[in-house]
């Protein structure tokens, strides 16, 4: 056993507290209606609203402001490399200056360099990503920007109005099969995939 008594601590100051969350790819459309695809890790639900943190400077939450429906998207761990083709990319034009300096560039096909594939959804606008097991089709119902940080952000809610998994990962009576689905975390901008499986809630239905 863990002797926690000997467990010393000490104050750190790290430069972001990405602690470790899924990985998603949230799907936009623009305004001259094709697709945006953006990776993003600062989200998390309640029942069926997911909530989203979004930086302001982003297309993702521009397109949302216009047009507030979306699809919200979880890779697996096999396709962080695609992931990560979208990080250092905007669908901006001009590049926001705070994106400049982050070394960020302009690419409007963001779905062909991620090397990744839109598939139609059926009750709203954007594309799926057909590659990611578990995808949900939403639409925004509250905008709210923050006013307390040395970069705002926006705190986007969303209503969940379909799901659509792989065949391999899904259970009767609705259920994912959580020994067979694994999502992409980011744990202080490192990416993580699988751990074993440990125990589960006394809520679980499963």
């Not at 799907?27 to 909530?51: E, Q």
């Not at 009767?172 to 440990?198: A, C, I």
Request: aromatic share 8%.
């Amino acid at each position: 056993m863990v002797d926690w008594s000997a467990m010393k601590t000490v104050v750190i100051s790290p430069p972001i507290l990405y602690y470790g969350t899924p990985v998603a790819l949230l799907a936009t459309v623009n305004d001259d209606g094709s697709p945006n695809l953006a990776p993003m890790s600062s989200t998390w639900a309640l029942h069926k609203t997911i909530v989203l943190g979004l930086g302001l400077a982003g297309q993702t939450i521009a397109n949302l402001r216009l047009r507030p429906e979306l699809t919200i998207n979880f890779p697996s761990p096999e396709l962080w490399e695609h992931v990560e083709r979208l990080a250092p990319l905007t669908g901006r034009t001009p590049v926001p200056e705070a994106k400049l300096a982050n070394r960020f560039r302009h690419e409007a096909q963001k779905f062909k360099e991620a090397q990744l594939t839109p598939i139609p959804s059926e009750i709203v606008a954007p594309p799926r990503v057909e590659e990611c097991p578990l995808q949900f089709e939403a639409r925004v119902v509250d905008i709210q920007t923050s006013t307390g940080d040395d970069e705002p952000f926006a705190i986007v809610q969303a209503h969940v109005e379909r799901v659509h998994a792989h065949e391999s990962i899904v259970l009767e009576h609705d259920h994912v099969d959580v020994e067979q689905w694994h999502p992409l975390t980011y744990k202080f901008r490192h990416y993580f995939g699988r751990s074993e499986h440990l125990g589960k809630t006394f809520r679980a239905t499963r």
